[in-house]
């Protein structure tokens, strides 16, 4: 492949276009009339505006980014995450168009597009599975003969879904018929399907995710695991990797089950295989990602492999050129997400411009953004700034340098995460890795900000009375002690 055209924006777009370049593989990048003077835009060797603003009207217009990458002679077409990544008739419409999706087959994306469909065909494995229904489901009152059945705590969740919609916690039957309600509605709105199935609730859950690469000569390897716990609305915000409570053990079996899956729909490039894990260190397959996971670098840097560049030589037809026994840990790994949120606010969106912007540099950081100062955040997309990656010879080290980098990274005109890195940094509970997907919930208040923001403002205060003192110190005059030479010059 000589052209690629890269079917995402903002750091996504940017971080593949930099693998590209490396191989010398020319760039051609979408964007929406938001995005004109984005540095994705003006990174690759070639840019086509393909709409509005809104994401229906440019990104994801999949037709429109066919017709742009015949137009323009393209090889290959990367779709990142989000958007159309995940889309199975995307992927099928760029192979009758000649072109190479940089991704799985769409069959393998329809079959673990689907919640139900993918357990079905990880069952066939052996993969252990939270206890549930089956089949989807929008009858409330059946829904709720299960539910009372499986035992509650339960979860709904929609068939179709992803990113936490459609996705309801219950924890009796006075709530549930409300929770389905809400639960169907939002799946409609959000995926066109109502469908949803019902599951235990895990209490005290850890959310670990297994990254796999596969060949199309039968060959799949896992590049061991993310822990991604620390998440807010059933989103993450923190991730780590290796996780603390993996035995070697343990990451094996979880490895070779996340390969089974993979095999389980014939599965080529990269993607991830997401699980559960109990305070008993039980694990249950949750779902298959067909995509490149926003959290890939922390896999990259305890690996030493370039997923990116992995997933293009796939593409282009390469067997892997290494096994399994060939992939080991080295160090560890954190990464913030970056958003422009106030986490004191319920983490709601703050859109504005940046005023000011200035990343953290270092030989153990490592920053993939999509902005510049003087931009706009806009409210059309996903409000992540960055990803900040930090790394280190141990978790200890990891964290160190995250706090450290926090501290160095300057963004003025929006509240972002930063505060919330912070704070997840330096809590007892993930300093010693005993903690879970209720982080938030049981240990996060906004007062826990306002209180770090009054003991920052105290420390520079007393380091600033501190500079003062000493800067008075050296303009003060010596003192003379003897003055008769004075009153005898």
């Not at 593989?25 to 603003?53: K, L, M, Q």
């Not at 991604?228 to 993450?236: T, W």
């Not at 709601?348 to 003087?374: A, H, Q, T």
């Amino acid at each position: 492949m000589k052209k690629i055209l890269v079917a995402n924006r903002g750091e996504i777009a940017l971080r593949i276009m930099r693998t590209l370049k490396r191989l010398g593989i020319n760039t051609v990048a979408v964007y929406s009339e938001a995005d004109r003077r984005s540095p994705h835009v003006t990174f690759a060797d070639e840019a086509v505006c393909i709409g509005p603003a809104p994401s229906a009207q440019s990104y994801l217009r999949g037709e429109k980014i066919i017709e742009a990458a015949k137009k323009l002679g393209v090889d290959g077409i990367h779709p990142g995450y989000g958007f159309l990544s995940e889309n199975a008739a995307f992927a099928r419409s760029v192979r009758e168009a000649g072109i190479t999706f940089i991704g799985p087959s769409p069959e393998a994306i329809e079959i673990m597009g689907s919640k139900l469909a993918a357990k079905e065909a990880a069952k066939k494995y052996g993969i252990p599975m939270v206890p549930g229904i089956e089949e989807a489901i929008t009858d409330v009152k059946k829904a709720k003969e299960i539910a009372e059945s499986i035992g509650y705590p339960i979860l709904i969740k929609a068939s179709a879904g992803g990113g936490g919609k459609g996705m309801r916690m219950v924890e009796s039957a006075a709530e549930f018929e409300e929770q389905m309600q809400r639960a169907i509605s939002e799946a409609e709105s959000a995926f066109g399907d109502g469908a949803v199935f019902i599951e235990k609730y895990v209490t005290s859950p850890r959310h670990i995710e297994i990254q796999i690469m596969a060949d199309n000569y039968g060959n799949t390897c896992y590049f061991f695991e993310r822990e991604c716990s620390i998440q807010r609305r059933h989103q993450k915000v923190v991730e780590e990797a290796p996780s603390a409570i993996l035995t070697p053990e343990l990451r094996k079996k979880m490895g070779e089950s996340a390969v089974k899956v993979a095999e389980s729909c014939n599965y080529t490039g990269a993607g991830t295989v997401e699980f559960l894990v109990d305070d008993k260190l039980n694990f249950y397959f949750l779902e298959m990602n067909t995509r490149l996971q926003v959290e890939h670098p922390v896999t990259e840097a305890i690996t030493g492999y370039d997923l990116v560049e992995l997933q293009v030589k796939v593409a282009r037809g390469e067997k892997l050129a290494f096994t399994q026994d060939d992939l080991s840990i080295k160090g560890h790994a954190i990464e913030l997400r970056v958003y422009a949120e106030d986490p004191s606010n319920n983490f709601l969106p703050s859109i504005g411009k940046l005023v000011r912007y200035k990343k953290p540099e270092g030989e153990n950081v490592r920053v993939d953004d999509g902005f510049e100062e003087g931009m706009e955040i806009p409210i059309y997309y996903d409000p992540m700034i960055a990803k900040l990656i930090t790394t280190g010879a141990d978790r200890n080290e990891a964290i160190a340098n995250m706090l450290k980098a926090i501290r160095q990274y300057e963004i003025e005109g929006v509240a972002t995460t930063l505060p919330f890195g912070t704070f997840v940094m330096q809590h007892p509970a993930f300093v010693s890795a005993d903690f879970d997907t209720n982080f938030i919930k049981l240990y996060f208040s906004p007062a826990d900000l306002e209180n770090q923001s009054a003991e920052a403002a105290n420390v520079a205060a007393l380091l600033g009375l501190h500079y003062f003192v000493k800067e008075k110190e050296k303009l003060r005059p010596a003192e003379i002690a003897d003055a008769s030479w004075w009153e005898k010059r």
